[in-house]
C-alpha cells in the first residue's frame, strides 16, 4: 500500500513530472534569488539550459558554506509575507542554517512526511508517539504534521521525559514510536528500569531517523523493542525529515520521493556523478519548494542509489541507508575509518552493549584513538577475554586497534536524552 498513486506510477511518468518541475524550479530559482543568479552566470549557464534532469549536473552545487554565508534568508526566493514558517538546523559550528517554508511548501511536507508512515507500516487510526524534538528542529514538526496529514494520532511529547514516555506508551497503547535510534535504545532501558519489558509495549513499529543507524543496532533496537525499526532520512536544507523512507515490505533501501526530491551521487573528490550502485556523496535537488528551492545541494552524507524495482511496488528510487557523512571520516594513524565501522564490529558481540564513545587526541605528535565500550550487564565473560576479542576483531574486519579499549561497567556511557547522539570526541 502506498499514500499516493505516484509513488508506484510508472517510471517515465515520474521522469516527466521531474522535468517539468525541475525547469519551474529553476527558473524561480533563478528569477527570485540573487545568490543562483550569480552562480548561473559564474557557470556559464542559463535556466533555458535545463530541459530534463540529465542537465542538472550543468549547474554548480550548493553547500553548507554558502547557506551560512546566505545567512539568515539570502536563498529565500519568496517575500516575507508568503513566508508561514521557519526552522533552523543545529550546526555544531557557526551559525545554524535557517530554512523557510510557504503554505505549499508545508503542504507538501506533511504529504512526504505521510508517504513515509504508511511506507513505514502506519495506517490511519494509528497511534504515533513522536520522540523527535519540538522546536526549531524539524523532527518534531515534521513528523507531527505528517501523522496528522496521514489520518493517525499523534502524541506530541517530543525529545526527553523518559520515564513518561514509558508511562505513555503503556496507558496510550501506541502502535509505533518516532524518535532517534539511540533514543529508542534509551526508552528500552529505561522502561527495563522501571519494571516494564520493553517488548510487553503495544509499539510494533519504531520509526528512527536524524542519526546513522547500522545493521547491528538496527537488530540491537528490533530485538530489544520487539518491534520493526524504519529507517526515515532528511535533512533540513531540503525539507526536513520525509525525503526517503525504508518500506516495511522490505526494509532494504529508503525509497526517495522523487517527484519532489531529485538525487544523484557524486563522487565526493572529483565532483562527478556516479552511476546507480556506486557509493558516494548525496546531492539533492529540490523540485517543488518555493520558499526555499535548493540546487544540488551536498548532503555529505555517503549513500548508493539502487534502481531496482522494489517489492513492496514503489517505483521510486532507493538509497542505502546512511551510515556514515564524508566529514565523519577519521584519518588515525593513516588509517581512514567510518565510526560506523567500528559501530558494526563492537555490536557483533552479544556482551556488549550498544553504546559506545570514541576518543581522539594527539601525545607527542601522534595520534591517540581510545574507544570505549560498554559491558551488557549479567555476561559471563571477563573484561580481559572480551577485550582480547574486540581487539582480534577489530584488527581482521579493519586492520585497525585502537591505542586503548575501555570496557566501561553497564550504564556507565552516557545516554543521549535530548537531540543527536553524539560519540565522536576529538581533542586534537
Ligand atoms: O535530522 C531531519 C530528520 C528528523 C530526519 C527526524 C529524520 C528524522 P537535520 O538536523 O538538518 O535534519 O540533520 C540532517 O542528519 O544530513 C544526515 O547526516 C543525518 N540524518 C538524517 N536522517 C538520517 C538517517 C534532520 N535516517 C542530517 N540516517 C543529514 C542517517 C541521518 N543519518
Known amino acids: 500500500m502506498s499514500y499516493t498513486q505516484i509513488e508506484t506510477a510508472p517510471r517515465e511518468e515520474i521522469r516527466e513530472l521531474q522535468n517539468e518541475r525541475l525547469r519551474e524550479t529553476v527558473r524561480r530559482a533563478y528569477e527570485n534569488v540573487e545568490y543562483y543568479r550569480k552562480a548561473f552566470d559564474g557557470a556559464g549557464v542559463a535556466p533555458k539550459d535545463i530541459r530534463t534532469v540529465d542537465d542538472v549536473r550543468k549547474l554548480p552545487f550548493t553547500t553548507k558554506e554558502d547557506f551560512r554565508d546566505q545567512y539568515p534568508d539570502g536563498l529565500f526566493a519568496v517575500d516575507d509575507d508568503e513566508i508561514r514558517r521557519i526552522h533552523a538546523s543545529s550546526g555544531t559550528t557557526g551559525k545554524p542554517k535557517i530554512v523557510s517554508y510557504t503554505e505549499n511548501d508545508l503542504d507538501v511536507w506533511s504529504e512526504v512526511v505521510a508517504r513515509c508512515l504508511v511506507a513505514s507500516g502506519v495506517e490511519p487510526g494509528d497511534t504515533v508517539q513522536n520522540g523527535y524534538g519540538y522546536g526549531l528542529f524539524t523532527g518534531g514538526l515534521g513528523l507531527h504534521y505528517g501523522i496528522e496529514e496521514l489520518g493517525a494520532t499523534v502524541i506530541p511529547i517530543g525529545g526527553g521525559q523518559t520515564q513518561r514516555q514509558v508511562e505513555l506508551l503503556q496507558d496510550l497503547e501506541s502502535d509505533a514510536i518516532a524518535c532517534t535510534p539511540s533514543y529508542s535504545l534509551y526508552l528500552a532501558e529505561t522502561a527495563a528500569e522501571m519494571g516494564v519489558d520493553p517488548r510487553d509495549l503495544s509499539v510494533s513499529t519504531v520509526i528512527f531517523g536524524a542519526e546513522p543507524c547500522t545493521e547491528p543496532m538496527r537488530e540491537e533496537i528490533e530485538a530489544r523493542l520487539g518491534a520493526t525499526g524504519i529507517d526515515i532520512y532528511g535533512l533540513s536544507e531540503i525539507i526536513g525529515p520525509g525525503v526517503s523512507n525504508e518500506c516495511h515490505e522490505l526494509q532494504e533501501g529508503l525509497h526517495v520521493w522523487e517527484d519532489h526530491f531529485y538525487p544523484e551521487v557524486?563522487?565526493?573528490?572529483?565532483?562527478?556523478?556516479?552511476?546507480?550502485?556506486?557509493?558516494?556523496?548525496?546531492?539533492?535537488?529540490?523540485?517543488?519548494?518555493?520558499?526555499?528551492?535548493?540546487?544540488?545541494?551536498?548532503?555529505?552524507?555517503?549513500?548508493?542509489?539502487?534502481?531496482?524495482?522494489?517489492?513492496?511496488?514503489?517505483?521510486?528510487?532507493?538509497?542505502?541507508?546512511?551510515?556514515?557523512?564524508?566529514?565523519?571520516?577519521?584519518?588515525?594513524?593513516?588509517?581512514?575509518?567510518?565510526?560506523?565501522?567500528?559501530?558494526?564490529?563492537?555490536?557483533?558481540?552479544?556482551?556488549?552493549?550498544?553504546?559506545?564513545?570514541?576518543?581522539?587526541?594527539?601525545?607527542?605528535?601522534?595520534?591517540?584513538?581510545?574507544?570505549?565500550?560498554?559491558?551488557?550487564?549479567?555476561?559471563?565473560?571477563?573484561?580481559?577475554?572480551?577485550?582480547?576479542?574486540?581487539?582480534?576483531?577489530?584488527?581482521?574486519?579493519?586492520?585497525?586497534?585502537?591505542?586503548?579499549?575501555?570496557i566501561a561497567d553497564p550504564g556507565s556511557i552516557e545516554r543521549t536524552e535530548v537531540g543527536k547522539v553524539k560519540r565522536v570526541y576529538d581533542h586534537r
Not at 564490529?345 to 564513545?357: K, M, N, Q, T
Open 266 to 406: 557524486i563522487d565526493p573528490e572529483t565532483g562527478e556523478p556516479l552511476p546507480a550502485g556506486e557509493e558516494g556523496e548525496l546531492v539533492l535537488t529540490t523540485l517543488t519548494k518555493e520558499a526555499l528551492p535548493v540546487l544540488r545541494y551536498r548532503t555529505g552524507d555517503l549513500t548508493t542509489l539502487t534502481t531496482e524495482t522494489c517489492e513492496c511496488g514503489r517505483t521510486m528510487v532507493r538509497m542505502d541507508n546512511v551510515t556514515g557523512r564524508a566529514d565523519d571520516l577519521l584519518i588515525v594513524r593513516g588509517v581512514n575509518l567510518y565510526p560506523s565501522q567500528i559501530e558494526a564490529v563492537v555490536l557483533e558481540f552479544d556482551a556488549v552493549a550498544p553504546y559506545y564513545r570514541i576518543d581522539l587526541s594527539r601525545e607527542d605528535a601522534l595520534d591517540r584513538f581510545e574507544l570505549t565500550i560498554e559491558r551488557e550487564p549479567d555476561v559471563e565473560i571477563d573484561d580481559g577475554e572480551l577485550r582480547d576479542r574486540v581487539l582480534t576483531r577489530l584488527q581482521n574486519a579493519l586492520s585497525f586497534t585502537p591505542d586503548e579499549l575501555i
